[in-house]
């Protein structure tokens, strides 16, 4: 039971000390557990709005493979091959993806049901990114605690901050079953025991960065960025002479533990030690092997010679370290660096060298809107921060101002690595807030406490801050806290006797008045106005800030890519449901071991819903592949047809907006087709054949031959101008392709024309298209000529029945034609 005693000498509330402690954890407790239910509610609109469905492209394998692995168990995932992927080569999956999610997803289901909980995985699947974004705000508080050495008002800021910017949303919303959904809270936690280690130069706390990084490596590709964060870090605090034996045994313990445990990924394997990734944490390890031993030489050489030494081992360790590391590379020993490397460096040099990677558009540059419309009003808070970091200078600070620069340049040329730099801003943001708040939500400065006595006899007295000071407190409350004056007034009915002793059962009570008055300092008022202004304004800030995070998050983070919502003229929601319809059609209406060939952006998708074998999808691993398909699309029916035929493909799946304006089509992907292909057979694939004379990119009867005769243009337009046939064909009208804003003319789009293929299915709003191969003639004539010869047969059949029809209308009385 907590005793609350009352001080009579100056009337003052006094409470022990640990349960002020209880209270203020009581509090933080309950304002982590609002930021958790924040974080996860605003993750819900897409489940509120649609329907619990997997989004996106890359979750829909990280999907099919957690179910793999619930199915079958750990053993036979790890050695899976997948032969209705990357047809006819298929794919060691196991050992060529980041088994991290997965593992997770199926730890929680098998949890689950042990406890009686027969969760579907689908549903864990889909909730799964929410759930963890309330553990990253966890370690964002202890992070940020760590790093201004236990200020919860800008560790909690931290928290609110991270659980709702949309930097980090734009990927952990529920559906968002991609790698990043767990990897985010991985990189936070790294950071945080990496920041508490160096700290503390604990093994232990290092042992835990290193577990905490083996997480990592299994769920992530974005591993390297600690990989090679960390020793930058070590480096920069080398360089400032503040290596001690707490960065040795943080820095060592983790390198040691964290590159054994990484290599037993199949997916990694013995990268940390042969890819010039990894070989600047290998690189730092051995400097700081280097720095101990002449730190060993200093104690015990003369300081001449010791200066000749140093320079002498530096240089033939400097001369050895780049010689080694370039002769290793040529010898094919340690792997060079990756085209992925050389895009962050070189914006342009995916476009030349690597079109395949420059075609994601993630991967493009970031808009310097982007960094508003995610970041709000953080993104001008940021530097705030970092300039606070700068005055305190600390190791932990020092990592900080590292993590920002970095962090904030690779968000520049990626704008997928926004999501690397949300984190960050989000600790600098609630460190600039923090310290705004503790300045200006502070009054005790403004308002100062004059006590006034009165006594019986009218003599009064007046007793300074200095006089009310609190007397030496008994033994028994000696830990207690004052936390508030509570005296309004006190009347006494004894003489006035100041110094009375009192015995064991009575006291002597003093007849006085005690009146607390407060009273403006010099300047007090222009203070109070300025506090209370920037104050309001940045709650304002904060209040626009949730508003923004919202509205984003809703409109335009919530929306799956396998359904598309639009608006009726009436204002409510339609909802456009062509691809699940499509892959669903494709499920039960198709042989099991049918061949789908389709742009790589959708083999995921159609491996997931439709469960049928596909020739490429979205691991990228095999350019040539890839461009073989885009061959396909971008070259004549003719050629197109033994293509296919070669990789036995039954089924070919368009993406065409043409009719809806729904501009993420194949269409406008077709380019980049073009390009892939290109780097493969330049003598037969040229991307200037499908730009004008004028260098226009024209779909409608003013585009190139190139563009005309190729196959994908073929399979999009296909009857498409039987859709406009009913509004005539004068100047005004036509064929209007919405999404690229042209028009093709009536006589035109009708005389486009397939010979190859056969349509067998086309979507309610013309998204998806869906045609069989046709089976050789058995003549053994060109499906062209065959076409051809079909239709001026067709042709030859209705102008005989037209002719018949008017012979017969000749042949009727005069009356009867009227």
Same mark, same amino acid.
């Given at each position: ?483 508030? !004056? $509570?005296?309004?007034?006190?009347? =006494?009915? *004894? +003489? %006035?006797?100041?110094? #009375?002793?009192?015995? @064991? ?107 049928? !074998? $596909?020739?490429?999808?979205?691991? =990228?691993? *095999? +350019? %040539?592949?890839?461009? #073989?398909?885009?061959? @396909? ?186």
């Amino acid at each position: 039971m907590v005793s609350i005693l009352i001080d009579e000498q100056d009337g003052s509330i006094v409470v022990p000390s640990f349960f002020l402690k209880l209270i203020k954890s009581l509090l933080i407790i309950s304002i982590f557990i609002s930021i958790s239910i924040a974080a996860i509610s605003s993750r819900l609109f897409s489940v509120i709005r649609f329907e619990s469905i997997i989004h996106e492209f890359d979750p829909w394998f990280n999907y099919r493979a957690t179910k793999y692995l619930v199915k079958h168990g750990f053993n036979k995932f790890l050695n899976w091959f997948d032969d209705k992927t990357w047809y006819p080569l298929g794919r060691v999956t196991g050992g060529t993806l980041y088994p991290g999610l997965m593992v997770t997803s199926g730890v929680i289901k098998h949890f689950l049901n042990f406890v009686g909980l027969p969760i579907d995985i689908r549903n864990i699947c889909v909730l799964l990114a929410p759930a963890f974004s309330s553990v990253t705000s966890l370690f964002i508080f202890f992070l940020t605690n760590e790093i201004t050495d236990h200020n919860t008002t800008a560790s909690l800021f931290s928290a609110i901050f991270m659980g709702i910017t949309p930097g980090y949303i734009s990927r952990s919303v529920a559906g968002s079953y991609d790698n990043e959904a767990i990897a985010i809270t991985l990189l936070m936690a790294t950071f945080y025991f990496w920041i508490k280690a160096i700290k503390l130069g604990s093994i232990f706390w290092g042992s835990l960065t290193s577990l905490f990084y083996f997480y990592m490596v299994s769920a992530w590709g974005g591993y390297v960025f600690i990989t090679n964060l960390i020793p930058l870090h070590v480096f920069v605090l080398l360089l400032m002479g503040r290596f001690d034996h707490k960065v040795y045994v943080s820095y060592t313990t983790w390198y040691v533990l964290g590159t054994l445990m990484s290599m037993q990924i199949p997916f990694v394997g013995f990268l940390p030690i042969k890819s010039n990734d990894h070989m600047a944490s290998f690189g730092v390890f051995g400097l700081l092997q280097l720095v101990l031993l002449a730190s060993y030489f200093k104690s015990t050489l003369s300081a001449k010679s010791f200066k000749k030494v140093i320079y002498t081992f530096g240089a033939f360790v400097f001369i050895l370290g780049i010689t080694g590391l370039v002769a290793a590379t040529h010898l094919g020993l340690i792997a060079p660096w990756t085209g992925r490397f050389y895009s962050l460096w070189d914006t342009n040099y995916a476009k030349v060298h690597i079109p395949i990677i420059a075609s994601v558009s993630e991967h493009q540059p970031t808009p310097w809107s982007a960094f508003y419309f995610d970041l709000n009003f953080l993104i001008w808070l940021f530097p705030v921060g970092v300039w606070l970091c700068f005055n305190d200078l600390s190791n932990q600070s020092v990592f900080v101002i590292i993590y920002s620069v970095l962090g904030s340049y690779f968000a520049g040329v990626m704008i997928r690595l926004m999501l690397t730099l949300a984190p960050i801003v989000c600790v600098c943001g609630g460190i600039a807030v923090g310290k705004i708040f503790e300045v200006y939500l502070n009054i005790k400065d403004i308002l100062t406490n004059e006590i006034k006595g009165i006594s019986n006899n009218n003599s009064g007295f007046s007793e300074s801050n200095e006089s009310t000071k609190k007397s030496k407190k008994n033994q028994n409350i000696s830990s207690a806290s004052t936390i508030a !004056t $509570t005296t309004a007034t006190t009347t =006494t009915t *004894n +003489n %006035t006797n100041s110094n #009375t002793t009192t015995n @064991a059962n009575t006291k002597n009570k003093k007849t006085s008045e005690i009146v607390h008055t407060f009273s403006f300092n010099k300047d007090t008022l222009f203070q109070s106005l300025t506090k209370l202004l920037v104050s309001g304004t940045f709650i304002f800030y904060l209040w626009f800030y949730v508003h923004h995070c919202t509205w984003v998050t809703s409109n335009a983070y919530s929306s799956p890519s396998v359904v598309l919502a639009s608006r009726n003229p009436d204002g409510s929601q339609h909802l456009i449901d062509d691809y699940r319809e499509a892959y669903y059609w494709l499920r039960m209406n198709t042989p099991e071991d049918s061949k789908v060939m389709a742009w790589w952006d959708y083999g995921y998708q159609i491996g997931g819903m439709a469960d049928r !074998t $596909t020739l490429v999808d979205n691991n =990228t691993w *095999n +350019n %040539t592949h890839i461009a #073989t398909v885009g061959r @396909a699309m971008a070259t004549t029916e003719e050629k197109s047809e033994e293509i296919m035929r070669s990789l036995d493909v039954d089924y070919i799946l368009v993406i065409f907006g043409g009719l809806i304006g729904f501009s993420g089509d194949d269409l406008n992907k077709f380019l980049w087709m073009v390009r892939i292909s290109e780097g493969i057979w330049p003598e037969e694939i040229r991307e200037r054949s499908y730009f004008t004379d004028k260098g226009e990119y024209r779909i409608d009867d003013l585009a190139t031959s190139a563009m005309r005769n190729s196959l994908l243009y073929k399979l999009s337009y296909y009857r498409f101008g039987e859709v406009y046939s009913s509004f005539g064909s004068g100047p005004t009208t036509g064929a209007a392709d919405r999404s690229r804003n042209q028009r093709l003319s009536l006589d035109y789009a009708k005389s486009i024309q397939i010979n190859s293929v056969e349509e067998v299915f086309t979507s309610e709003n013309w998204i998806v298209r869906i045609y069989k191969l046709k089976d050789k003639d058995n003549f053994g004539r060109q499906l062209s000529k065959v076409g051809e010869f079909d239709r001026i047969m067709n042709d030859e059949k209705i102008t005989k029945r037209n002719k018949k029809k008017m012979v017969n209308m000749d042949r009727k009385p005069s009356a009867l034609r009227e």
